[in-house]
């Protein structure tokens, strides 16, 4: 049991560290630079550590730059103000993503332009064939580790594993948990050590500075991925714009 829970964990962490390090803090807001080269590797690495549910950046980067013109408006792409459920917003989201991942859209001048694109992965990313070979493959590892049943509850959970990020930050952070500041929409920071979603339920605080690398403000909140962000600076990987 231990080496599924194991890889359940690493696959969570390793998965949601792309989504809010290089989907949304760099993608969407640009708030370090890096060069080609690092850019190009950790583009690769959020398609292999999302697998069946990798979420194309310049797709995400275009509705969050949405979310954050039109917060808790009925043109933000996923409020949870107007939608009366968890799956329906999942499932609005995703048919925005989907018109601007496969440009059925054309987004708004302020909205484009400065995200990362690599169109051979794009490509190879969306292909059925893609998501299933990563689909199976988490199946094999639970048919060859699992020893309770019940361990495959956690399957659908791998499979979807970007939407499901999504929906938890979109949700719980505009609804639940406490407010620094009044960012004139429903914002709220969840959790004040952030160690479930790395940070991202720091919505409040985002919302009051979207270009601030560090999410927490408080002396007792902690975004967990800042430091692997200044780490990361320390080592000339990447360049933060303000520290």
């Given at each position: ?6 890889f ?7 998965s949601l560290?792309?989504?809010?390090f ?7 807001h640009?708030?370090f630079?890096m ?9 690769g690495?959020t398609f292999?550590s999302?697998g ?5 950046p310049?797709?995400?980067a275009?509705l ?14 996923h409020?949870p103000?107007?939608?009366?459920d ?5 499932i609005?989201t995703?048919n ?7 440009y059925?859209?054309e987004p708004e001048p ?32 639970y048919?060859?580790f699992a020893?309770h049943?019940w361990?495959?509850?956690?399957l659908?959970i791998h499979?979807f594993?970007?939407?499901i990020?999504?929906?938890i ?11 620094n500041?009044d960012?004139?929409?429903h914002?709220?920071?969840?959790l ?21 690398a ?13 430091p ?16």
């Amino acid at each position: 049991m231990a080496i599924v829970v194991v890889f359940f964990l690493c696959h969570w962490f390793l998965s949601l560290f792309s989504q809010t390090f290089f989907l949304h803090r760099y993608a969407s807001h640009k708030m370090f630079k890096m060069n080609k080269f690092w850019e190009k590797f950790f583009y690769g690495f959020t398609f292999v550590s999302q697998g069946s549910s990798f979420l194309n950046p310049r797709a995400y980067a275009i509705l969050h730059r949405m979310h954050h013109a039109y917060s808790d408006t009925e043109k933000d792409p996923h409020s949870p103000h107007f939608i009366k459920d968890v799956w329906g917003l999942m499932i609005k989201t995703k048919n925005i993503y989907l018109d601007y991942l496969r440009y059925k859209l054309e987004p708004e001048p302020a909205f484009r332009d400065r995200y990362p694109t690599w169109p051979s992965l794009d490509r190879l990313s969306d292909l059925w064939p893609t998501r299933i070979a990563f689909g199976l493959g988490y199946t094999a590892f639970y048919v060859a580790f699992a020893t309770h049943w019940w361990l495959y509850l956690l399957l659908p959970i791998h499979y979807f594993m970007g939407p499901i990020h999504g929906a938890i930050v979109n949700w719980c952070g505009h609804k639940y948990g406490y407010s620094n500041y009044d960012n004139h929409d429903h914002s709220k920071n969840t959790l004040p050590l952030d160690f479930l979603m790395m940070g991202e339920l720091f919505q409040n605080n985002h919302h009051k500075s979207p270009n601030d690398a560090n999410f927490a403000r408080k002396w007792f909140e902690l975004d967990p991925t800042y430091p692997i962000m200044r780490a990361l600076h320390a080592l000339r990987i990447i360049r933060l714009r303000k520290f």
